[in-house]
């Protein structure tokens, strides 16, 4: 029998119209280090979250939120200036799905408006599980498990671009989120996942491009 870890492991891609909490419990499965929610946005929440990078261009938040307080501090995060009903409902109700899923009291929420890439190179989270969704703008880029030489992470890529470090054998095995996309990225800190975190990075940015990011994490790691 194969181990958690075992270097065969695939990233799973999971894709369904039911319920996001049924979609999201996949992430359990030890075969699988990634689960996706994938979703087309409203005109209204698409409007909302231009509407906020526009007045809070420089945005960069984090907060412990519990499901019971997380719209009341979005709302203000956002502040008066910015309607975004819509987009503060949807981020609330992301924290109840992911309290609930692990079993949380509360979660890091991370509100991020981004010009550049954060994250550039290809890597892994030292985290038990991250929710990822952008908004607006390019999602985030990743990389299945079975076509990944991990050798090739961090020094190992021994200074050169992940095009051409051997990370992986074709700009083809690039998978990218859509906006709107949900995501959880099972990290190195999930217990049995060791050797198979999600390798991931940030999308490369043009100079008028902006990103609306939202992360949740587990507040003790």
Same mark, same amino acid.
């Given at each position: 029998? =194969? ?5 065969? *492991?695939i990233?799973s891609? %999971?894709e &369904?119209?039911?319920r996001? +909490?049924s979609? #999201?419990?996949?992430?359990y499965?030890p ?22 990078l526009?007045? =809070?261009?420089s945005?960069?938040?984090? *907060?412990?939120?519990?499901p %019971?307080? &997380?719209r009341?501090?979005? +709302?203000?995060? #956002?502040?008066?200036a ?8 949807d981020?609330?109700?992301l924290?109840?799905?992911f ?5 949380l009291?509360e979660?890091?929420? =991370? ?6 890439a ?13 929710l990822?969704?952008t908004?607006?703008g ?7 498990h079975?076509?990944v030489?991990?050798?090739?992470l961090?020094?190992g890529n021994?200074g050169?671009?992940?095009?051409r ?10 998978r990218?989120l859509n ?5 959880l990225?099972k ?6 996942n060791e050797g198979?975190?999600l390798v ?15 992360s949740?994490?587990?507040t003790?790691i």
């Open positions: 029998m =194969k181990t958690a870890a075992s270097p065969v *492991r990233a891609f %999971e &369904s119209s039911g996001m +909490s979609v #999201f419990a996949t992430i499965r075969e699988i280090n990634i689960s996706i929610l994938q979703r087309n946005l409203s005109k209204r929440l698409i409007e909302e979250a231009k509407e906020v526009e007045a =809070k261009p945005l960069q938040e984090s *907060r412990v939120v519990t %019971e307080n &997380s009341s501090v979005v +709302s203000d995060l #956002f502040g008066s910015v309607t975004a009903r819509v987009l503060v409902q981020v609330s109700e924290v109840g799905v309290c609930e899923l692990f079993e009291k979660a890091r929420l =991370k509100l991020s408006a981004i010009d550049h954060m994250c550039p190179r290809f890597h892994v989270d030292w985290v038990p599980c991250r990822l969704t908004y607006d390019d999602g985030t880029q990743w990389l299945p079975d076509m030489d991990r050798r090739k961090g020094p021994q050169l671009p992940d095009e470090s051997g990370l992986f054998r074709s700009v083809e095995d690039i990218q906006p709107g996309d949900v995501a990225l990290g190195e800190n999930w217990v049995g198979a975190g991931h990075r940030s999308p490369q940015l043009s100079k008028s491009e902006r990103r609306l990011l939202v949740l994490d587990f003790k």
